[in-house]
T-cell receptor, first 114, second 114 residues
């Protein structure tokens, strides 16, 4: 049973560039979450999917951010026109069934915006 | 407001000492779930325990134990006879009933020295 995988693990980009991250959840998990973690803080919720439907988005998710989960399998998170404040670890998690179940986290993608 | 507070930013102990990590939560929901996660230096969040609001029974798992007290809105985590491998950042998290996300505290960094 493979866990949640995320690619790339590290991304360095220049301000103003677009970046896209990928998350592959555990295969039978229908719920997929994106969180953002900055240094010294706990993860903050960004958005979640149930199958292919994006059911909730945080106010943290500005219009420069977009997430998709085509066919209810892998998910992508795109940030357009990156800013230095976007520098953070982006975490993906998945879970079967209900929201109160344990969430299984991936290793994260560390974004550095220069 | 839904909130988790981990007042201890960093704790440093010597191996074999017992250590307690504090967690205080706020929610108006009567149904909610509490979690502890461990984030080792590798960065991947590892699930430790889940508790629902109707189960105040304390739990012990090996060297780990958890004390849930609704009267003080606390869900504290104790490591007995700490080991160097316990060095990590520990996060307490809350999922209020009907929510679809984890609300994390800021984390407590535990350093266990030989």
């Amino acid at each position: 049973d493979t866990g949640v995988s995320q690619n790339p693990r590290h991304k360095i980009t220049k301000r103003g560039q677009n970046v896209t991250f990928r998350c592959d959840p555990i295969s039978e998990h229908n719920r997929l979450y994106w969180y953002r973690q900055t240094l010294g803080q706990g993860p903050e919720f960004l958005t979640y999917f149930q199958n292919e439907a994006q059911l909730e988005k945080s106010r943290l998710l500005s219009d420069r951010f977009s997430a998709e989960r085509p066919k209810g399998s892998f998910s992508t998170l795109e940030i357009q026109r990156t800013e230095q404040g976007d520098s953070a670890m982006y975490l993906c998690a998945s879970t079967p069934g209900q929201s109160y179940n344990e969430q299984f986290f991936g290793p994260g993608t560390r974004l550095t915006v220069l | 407001a839904q909130k988790v507070t981990q007042a201890q930013t960093e704790i440093s102990v010597v191996e074999k000492e017992d250590v307690t990590l504090d967690c205080v939560y706020e929610t108006r929901d009567t149904t909610y779930y509490l979690f502890w996660y461990k984030q080792p230096p590798s960065g991947e969040l590892v699930f430790l325990i889940r508790r629902n609001s109707f189960d105040e029974q304390n739990e012990i798992s090996g060297r780990y134990s958890w004390n849930f007290q609704k009267s003080t809105s606390s869900f504290n985590f104790t490591i007995t006879a700490s080991q160097v491998v316990d060095s990590a950042v520990y996060f307490c998290a809350l999922t209020p009933g009907g929510y679809n996300k984890l609300i994390f505290g800021a984390g407590t960094r535990l350093a266990v020295h030989p």
